[in-house]
């Protein structure tokens, strides 16, 4: 829809990306966000790639050592890199959560969308699920699905999806509803739009700010979910190197004092998590037209 | 004497793009017994100074000069705890948006308990009585039981009401009246206004009315002072304003003021009246309206919102639809629009039954481009994703299948044919100003060349001077493209510029429907009668209107 | 009155859908097990005979609806299978277990409001303050926990490095006895009968796996409280109170605190779900002997009856606790019940 009758549409794009720029420079916690997340982004995708060990290899000899020039944060009791482990696991423990969201973003936009603009018994339906969902505390519930579904990391995918979908439904069809009647969606219908134009063209475009935003805070709980699910035995499982596990493995030495095979991997998911909730609000600044002046 | 007096005030607003001074050094005096009004425009520093004077300012806020002195204090330096004395007991302050201004979740009684029991006015024992003796002060009937009513559960002139009773409840020498009629219909306008200004000259007290209606000012105050951008830039007696303004914005106020006497040319500034529209000669009709019902389920019962109503517009003919709200003109205009459906009943255009095609269909029917509509609130009406220029492409492209350059230049001739100038349609909607917003709203709807606009009070939120031109744009654009206006509006004095029938509705029927001219001369029905003694009556050199009320 | 009396019939009426919605689910999720359901509540060592057996005592054999049938009237008998780890009922289980989480879980949630609330009211009316970073710090860092990485940062700290807190293994040290039952909180109980020193040793053990709780529900209260109090105080009737001369006690807590409550309260329900949840992996951390490792363990020998009674349970408890929550807020708010929702 971008696409037309601007005599000069540069000129948007360079009012976008000032806007863009003045947030960034306004608030620094969001450009130190956009920072976090791209070291996220280096980790999963190139990872593997990167790291100094194979982050399956034991070696008994070199067990429990602590952090060292050559195993920067130490080896685990069966002698495998930390740090190797640790960086080699941000591609499961995103694309996990990656997935989830992204499924939960598609299925609940549509059901919100949906609920929102017509209303009638299917909205009444809909609630009635979601309320039903939203009636187990969620993560019981993903744990429940997971034991029934069988312990796999598709599971814990489909898990996670389902219990975030509530929220993305909910929030669409509330943004939804409130422009049903909105005057610029009884314009456009003035323009000639069906109902189902009016809604992907008009209506559900405004409604994404507060969705990116969503998005974003979802992802870091998501992983906290996953990691969750996995710290307790579901899922992931060894020797798969994935922060949650790591953390459940690195417990049981935590008494013995060997601190970091729990610690990394907890501070690589709390870096995870901070990262995005950090992105969630710094988006909510720059995907908000009404921001820009 | 003096009881209050201004000095030199100025308030400073400290903004992400720096500091802004919203008043810049102001100087008022209010003498005992007297209502000073204050009248200016959106921005123009009017509440603001009232805030300071009250030291209510929002925390980003402050004084930045001047002095304050109200009965020989000094407001600028007095404590805080002296300051929430004074406040309530000695100046008190009521609001627009009255249901907003009260406690959602607490009794009204108990809100005006607490303020008489603040002050010391009622104890624990007698505030009840007290508070039930302040709600009958301001004309609440049946006080007693509305003293356990939440604010949801009253009507904004109730809530209004409540407001006032809580203001006035400790006796205060000063009452500040902030916009205290906005967003009230019309009637209950009128009774507001009537029972604060029988309050204040009961009890001698002095008061600041604060308002954008220089007519509304001139009829309730002794001395009205004009500001416009942070100064006040004339001060004197209504009577003296409205006949000799020595500034030239108040001059452009008074122009724009819709008055019983006033014509569509004599609202805007002498230097750019151009000659005055003639009359429509209506040959056809082109939309005839029979028996329309519309019927919907509330939460208690059946609502009919219209109630079998019918009426004609003729081809290049421009009709008033006047009411209150609730009364159905909306209802009305958006059935007509067909954006919603009618329970029964015709709307024959150029006598085709529309009714006969849904709403959910209308919008790929081919008759969708002849009707079109400007809507009330500018703001909400446009895509807050889409430039002032995609906006008016929109219907374009659904409806005339124009493309690329052609379409450009299109938009481009309406820009120019509504005075928006080129530059502005790149921008986004809050990027524009409330007058440029209404300009888009009309190139939208006449892009695709309707023969029938229906105006949804387009200037209901406008100011006086942006609405005087926009009025006198709708009458241009009519008599250059001939198209048939039905015009909804609460405002009689408006709907006359522009109108030549008026259609008068309440409770969902037409009470009176004629020549505009003769309903405001000769009005038959006692209700059109209520709602012109209602509207406020500036004064002028010759007063046409017949009051029957009073 | 009686329109509020009508209000919280109505509301508990409401709940009854939601429950009969948690039992399909939880229906549902046993029957989506895997494989044969047959077989794995047969048990590991199950041969043909015993699988075909288990098959008719459960009712697999049946069409759906007859076996949603029994399975509901099962439930409602209080019937929700054998845990094949222990060999107990597993309702008997998870009622001899459920004092130990609700124990925790409510001596965080306590705690947690009790800091957060009047954190975010602090930030709201001191914006700017240390208050107010303190409390913007918290609630970014807190939403970032995972509460089973602070409980294990917590026991190297407190455990290992000071040695203040002691073993983190369970509810009470095993040199103490535990107390009569009668409650079934340990903390109660030993109060009842006077016993101080067993007392102080079950709170000694309860202090951090609360804390570690409750550091994960602090944020999202403190935020919305601090988000609720900023825009009741930025509305009108603030304005109004203001210019009545209303003090600021009076201003901030019988106008704008009470406005402000009504979200946080609604805020609490998600915080009660993120709490139930996290309990599971608290207790695991600090092998706590609640309900939640009680699923864990079960989960960990595929006991599927067991961990289905457990969802099913917490489902029930927060839905119990939404229903506390909802009646509160019918309490406070004269709103509610005028809208037909």
Same mark, same amino acid.
């Given at each position: ?7 000069? @549409? ?17 608030? @620094? ?11 996220? +982004? ?7 790639? +990167?790291? @100094? ?78 309320d039903t969902i939203m009636a187990f505390p969620l993560f019981v519930l993903a744990m429940g699905i997971v034991a029934a579904l069988g312990n796999t990391v598709e599971n814990i995918v489909y898990a996670t999806a389902v219990i975030n979908i509530p929220f993305y439904a909910r929030l669409v069809r509330a943004e939804v509803n409130i422009r049903r009647n909105a005057g610029f969606a009884q314009a456009a219908k003035l323009a000639g739009n069906s109902d189902l134009r009016v809604l992907a063209f008009h209506i559900f475009p405004n409604a994404l700010p507060p969705m990116m935003v969503q998005v974003s805070l979802n992802l870091g709980w998501a992983i906290l979910n996953a990691a969750g699910l996995s710290f307790i035995g579901l899922g992931v499982r060894p020797p798969t190197a994935e922060w949650g596990i790591m953390v459940a493995e690195g417990a049981n030495f935590i008494v013995s004092g060997e601190w970091w095979l729990a610690i990394f991997p907890g501070l690589s998911l709390m870096f995870a998590v901070f990262t995005f909730n950090l992105l969630g609000d710094g988006l909510r600044d720059i995907v908000d037209p009404r921001q820009r002046s | 004497m003096s009881l209050l007096s201004i000095e030199d005030l100025k308030v400073t607003f400290a903004t992400r793009r720096g500091d802004v001074e919203a008043v810049r050094g102001i100087s008022l005096e209010v003498t005992k017994g007297e209502v000073l009004g204050i009248v200016g425009e959106s921005g123009s520093g009017k509440s603001v100074t009232s805030y300071a004077l009250m030291r209510l300012l929002e925390s980003n806020g402050r004084i930045s000069g001047g002095d304050l002195t109200y009965g020989g204090v000094d407001l600028r330096v007095v404590p805080e705890s ?44 007698? $505030? ?43 006796? !205060? ?65 209504? /009577?003296?304003?409205?006949?000799? !303004? ?24 002498? /230097? ?28 208690? *019962? ?17 009709? *008033? ?10 209802? #009305? ?69 124009? #493309? ?24 986004? !909607? ?91 001369? $000769? ?14 009556? !500036?004064? $002028? ?10 | ?67 949603? &049938?029994?399975?509901?009237? =099962? ?12 060999? %107990? ?64 940062? &917590? ?33 109660? =109980?030993?109060?009842?009968?006077? =016993? ?8 000694? %053990? ?29 509305? =009108? ?70 961990? %289905? ?33």
């Open positions: 829809m971008t696409d037309l009758s601007s005599p000069s @549409p540069r000129l948007n794009q360079d009012g976008a990306l000032a806007h863009v720029a003045y947030v960034l420079r306004s608030n @620094p916690v969001t450009l130190l966000a956009f920072c976090m997340f791209a070291v996220l +982004l280096v980790m999963a995708l190139f990872g593997p790639y +990167l790291v @100094p060990h194979d982050p399956l290899v034991s070696n008994a000899a070199q067990a429990l050592q602590p952090p060292s020039l050559v195993h920067w944060f130490g080896t685990d009791n069966l002698g495998r890199d930390v740090f190797s482990r640790v960086v080699v696991a941000a591609r499961l423990d995103l694309a996990i959560s990656v997935a989830a969201v992204a499924l939960s973003f598609a299925i609940g936009s549509v059901l919100g969308s949906i609920a929102g603009y017509w209303g009638g018994w299917l909205d009444t339906v809909l609630n009635r699920v979601f | 002296t300051m929430r004395d004074l406040r309530g007991r000695e100046i008190s302050m009521i609001f627009q948006n009255p249901r907003a201004a009260l406690n959602p979740i607490r009794k009204v009684g108990h809100q005006i308990e607490d303020v008489l029991r603040r002050h010391a006015r009622a104890t624990r024992f007698t $505030a009840k009585r007290e508070a039930i003796r302040a709600m009958e002060a301001v004309k609440i009937r049946d006080a007693e039981a509305r003293y356990h009513a939440y604010p949801f559960e009253l009507s904004g002139g109730m809530c209004q009401r409540i407001v006032i009773a809580i203001a006035l409840a400790c006796d !205060p020498k000063l009452l500040i009246a902030d916009e205290p009629t906005t967003g009230l219909d019309i009637t209950t306008q009128k009774a507001v206004m009537d029972l604060i200004a029988d309050l204040i000259r009961e009890r001698g007290m002095s008061a600041m009315v604060i308002t954008h209606d220089l007519g509304l000012a001139a009829q309730y105050c002794d001395r009205i002072a004009v500001m416009k951008d942070g100064v006040i830039v004339e001060e004197g007696l209504p /009577e003296k304003l409205f006949s000799d !303004p020595s500034h030239p914005y108040t001059r452009k106020l008074v122009d724009a003021t819709p008055r019983a006497d006033a014509s569509i040319r004599s609202l805007l500034p002498p /230097e750019q009246r151009t000659p005055e529209p003639s009359l429509t000669e209506v040959t056809a009709p082109l939309l005839q309206v029979r028996n329309l019902v519309k019927t919907y389920q509330g939460k208690s *019962g059946p609502v009919h919102a219209v109630k079998g109503i019918s009426f004609d517009v003729g081809k290049g003919e421009s009709v *008033g639809l006047v009411g209150e709200s609730g009364c159905g003109k909306s209802t #009305t205009s958006s059935i007509l629009v067909r954006l919603d459906d009618a329970t029964s009943g015709e709307i024959l255009f150029n006598g085709d039954d529309l009714a006969k095609t849904s709403a959910r269909t209308f919008a790929r029917d081919p008759r969708r481009a002849s009707i079109q509509m400007v809507f009330q609130d500018a703001t909400d009406s446009f895509n807050p994703r889409h430039t002032a220029g995609q906006s008016i492409a929109e219907p374009l492209k659904r409806l005339t299948g124009l #493309t690329g350059d052609q379409l450009s230049l299109r938009v481009e001739e309406l820009a120019e044919l509504v005075g928006l100038p080129l530059p502005l349609l790149n921008r986004f !909607p809050h990027q524009l100003s409330g007058g440029q917003k209404a300009r888009v709203g009309i190139a939208r709807a006449i892009g695709v060349n309707p023969d029938f606009l229906i105006l949804d009070e387009p200037t209901a939120a406008l100011d006086v001077s942006i609405q005087a031109i926009v009025l006198n744009l709708l009458v241009d654009l009519r008599q250059k493209l001939g198209i048939s206006y039905l015009f909804v509006s609460h405002d009689l004095h408006v709907v006359r510029l522009l109108c030549d029938r008026v259609i008068v509705m309440k409770n969902g029927e037409i009470v009176e429907e004629g020549p505009a001219d003769q309903v405001m001369s $000769a009005p038959s029905h006692p209700y059109t009668r209520t709602l012109l003694s209602a509207a406020p009556h !500036p004064p $002028a050199l010759t007063v046409s209107v017949p009051s029957a009320a009073e | 009155m009686s329109g509020t009396l009508r209000t919280v019939i109505v509301r508990l009426s409401q709940a009854i859908p939601v429950i009969l919605g948690v039992v399909v689910v939880s229906f549902v999720l046993t029957r989506a097990l895997p494989g044969d359901p047959a077989v794995y509540f047969a048990g590991m060592a199950a041969d043909e005979n015993s699988i075909a057996e288990t098959r008719t005592a459960l009712g697999l054999d049946k069409p759906m609806a007859q076996q949603f &049938l029994v399975y509901a009237g =099962d439930v409602l008998a209080g019937d929700l299978g054998q845990s094949l780890s222990t060999g %107990q009922p597993v309702l008997q289980d998870l009622m001899t277990r459920l004092p130990a989480s609700l124990e925790l879980t409510l001596t965080a949630l306590v705690l947690s409001c009790l800091i957060a609330i009047p954190l975010g009211i602090l930030a709201a009316t001191r914006p700017g303050s240390v208050a107010d970073h303190l409390c913007r710090v918290l609630v970014t860092a807190g939403v970032s926990l995972p509460t089973f990485f602070t409980g294990v940062v &917590l026991i190297y700290v407190f455990y290992y490095l000071l040695g203040v807190a002691p073993s983190p293994v369970g509810r009470l040290d095993f040199i103490y006895i535990e107390p009569d039952r009668i409650t079934g909180f340990y903390l109660i =109980d030993a109060a009842l009968v006077g =016993d101080w020193e067993t007392w102080g040793a079950a709170a000694k %053990q309860l202090i951090l796996p609360a804390i570690t709780l409750s550091l994960f529900t602090l944020a999202p209260l403190a935020r919305m409280t601090r988000a609720a109090m900023l825009s009741a105080l930025s509305s =009108d009737y603030i304005r109004t109170a203001r210019a009545a001369g209303l003090t600021e006690s009076k201003v901030l807590y019988a106008y704008a605190f009470r406005n402000a409550l009504l979200p946080v309260v609604t805020t609490l329900g998600m915080v009660f779900s993120f709490t139930l949840g996290a309990n599971v992996l608290v207790e695991k951390v600090f092998a706590w002997p609640g309900i939640g490792s009680y699923a864990v363990e079960a989960l960990v020998v595929s006991d599927y009856a067991a961990v %289905q009674g457990f969802v099913l349970a917490m489902a029930l408890l927060f839905v119990a606790l939404n229903l506390i929550i909802d009646l509160t807020y019918t309490l406070i708010d004269p709103r509610i019940g005028f809208e037909t929702r």
